[in-house]
């Protein structure tokens, strides 16, 4: 089955600065990579996808770039503020290709803290 | 539009019973996905329903089990609990539209074993 690797656990940065987050996945098949952000003591919540026939995309101060030969994908956070704080999850699916979203396979995590 | 709404939010069991989650879904969401979240092992997708009918089966024990019913509400039952089964049980519904895959997550139940 699928396997994501995230890294790294933990970011700590200071505010304004940039933070960047990295996965790997094994599954040349997977299609669909989502990322969610789930801040303490509530649900994770997507803040940005991509798909597997688009290199990058970008949202603001967020984006995500997809290497397919390489099998990673990373994400981009510019000019972070405090409330970037959260721990973010990557993810990966074949759902683009016509199954389902359901079934994501989820990295471990990276706690971001922003100093002010 | 009322979000994913899963009860009970809290519940504490001993070794050896069993439990029953329960997930109301987005009006008009037909796909119910259930994960489990534990510091350690982070999110783990657990299965799927569509119309009624299991899509998708991640790597639990057959103790865990769920159902869709016509109305796209699902429930999710653990049975004979494990001190190792306490964590956060997080539903997630999809509207299940090629141009999305968002998954809207519910605040989850949160799950201790005695």
């Known amino acids: 089955g699928e396997n994501v690797e995230q890294h790294p656990s933990t970011l700590s940065v200071q505010e304004g600065d940039s933070a960047v987050i990295k996965c790997t996945y094994s599954?040349?098949?997977?299609?669909?990579f989502p990322w969610y952000k789930q801040e303490l003591g509530k649900r994770p919540q997507l803040i940005i996808d991509i798909r597997s026939n688009v290199g990058e995309k970008k949202d603001q101060r967020i984006a995500v770039t997809l290497n397919k030969t390489a099998k990673h994908f990373s994400l981009h956070i510019t000019e972070t503020q405090p409330e970037d704080s959260a721990v973010y999850f990557c993810a990966a699916s074949k759902g683009a290709g016509g199954t389902s979203y359901g079934k994501l396979t989820f990295g471990q995590g990276t706690i971001l803290t922003v100093h002010p | 539009k009322a979000g994913v709404t899963q009860t009970p939010r809290y519940l504490i069991k001993t070794r050896g019973q069993q439990v029953t989650l329960s997930c109301s879904p987005i009006?008009?969401?037909?796909?119910v996905s259930w994960y489990q979240q534990t510091p350690g092992q982070g999110l783990q997708f657990l299965f799927e329903?569509?119309?009624?009918?299991?899509?998708n089966k991640g790597n639990f024990p057959g103790r865990f089990s769920g159902r869709q019913f016509s109305n796209s509400r699902s429930e999710m039952n653990v049975s004979t609990l494990e001190l190792g089964d306490s964590a956060l049980y997080l539903c997630?519904?999809?509207?299940?539209?090629?141009?999305?895959?968002?998954?809207?997550f519910g605040e989850g139940s949160r799950l201790t074993v005695l």
């Open positions: 599954d040349s098949a997977s299609n669909y």
């Open positions: 329903y569509f119309s009624e009918t299991q899509r």
């Open positions: 009006s008009g969401h037909r796909s």
């Open positions: 997630a519904s999809s509207p299940d539209r090629a141009n999305t895959g968002e998954l809207f």
